[in-house]
């Protein structure tokens, strides 16, 4: 077989997407950076949108070595028995489905699992958590979570677990991260540990308590910032694309 026909399983990934209205019609949309950033690591990412047929999940992680699970709209509280907050906005049902389905899935499977802002959320949902739905008026916070400045601005510090993935992956225990995001992990879901959080007491990483299950997740945007002096967030994508080779 040709090099160009050789099958690329062990470095394709899935990578969650959401859909918005354009004009008269509406398109599938994810921030580029996470395209950037996974390839910079040595992967290729193979979008995955909302999907009529959530069942699909099974056919979508047989062609893909690990999930990645991005940032995006919020997420529909009834999912975690909770009446909507009245600042809970975009919310997706086709998307909160799918990526429901590709946890679950994921989970049975042991695909490793990278989750990232809105997908440190599904993540725990799907695994029977819940979340903060507005920080703002639900917690005593001095720190802008929902920042307004640049993308690859960093504007709060977190506290990194020293024995975590996530303490590996950037080779350190205290960082300052870009933060982009009105909810948050409340209830943490069974089977998973919280590894990261801000000075707030906000969570800002868990990852699975199970030894088979290799999942990294955290609540800033690493892929924007791969071009930082610091090579923190570059980190977190290796430790990912490394655990797909092994």
Known sequence: MSSARKPVRACTVA?????????????????????????????????????????AAAAVLDSVAGLVLTGGGDIDPALYGEKRHEKVH????????????????????GTPVFAICRGIQI???????????????????????????????????????????????????????????????????DGMRVTARSPDGIIEGLESTDDSWWVM???WHPEEMTDSTEPWDRGLFKAFARKLEA
């Open 15 to 55: 990578v969650t997407a959401g859909i918005r209205p354009d004009g008269d019609t509406s398109r599938v949309r994810l921030t580029a950076a996470y395209v950037t950033a996974l390839e910079n690591a040595g992967l290729i990412p193979l979008i995955v949108p909302p999907l009529t047929s959530p069942d």
């Open 90 to 109: 975009s919310i997706s049902a086709a998307r909160d489905a799918t990526e429901v389905a590709l946890i679950k899935e994921a989970q049975e499977r």
């Open 123 to 189: 993540l725990n949902v799907a695994l029977g958590g819940t979340l903060v739905q507005d920080i703002p008026s639900q917690c005593e916070t001095d720190i802008a979570h929902d920042d307004e400045s640049a993308r690859n601005s960093r504007t709060h510090e977190i506290a990194v677990e020293p024995d975590s993935l996530i303490a590996k992956a950037v080779g350190a225990e205290h960082l300052t991260v870009n933060s982009f995001h009105h909810q948050s992990v409340k209830r943490v879901a």
């Open 217 to 219: 997740a955290v609540q």
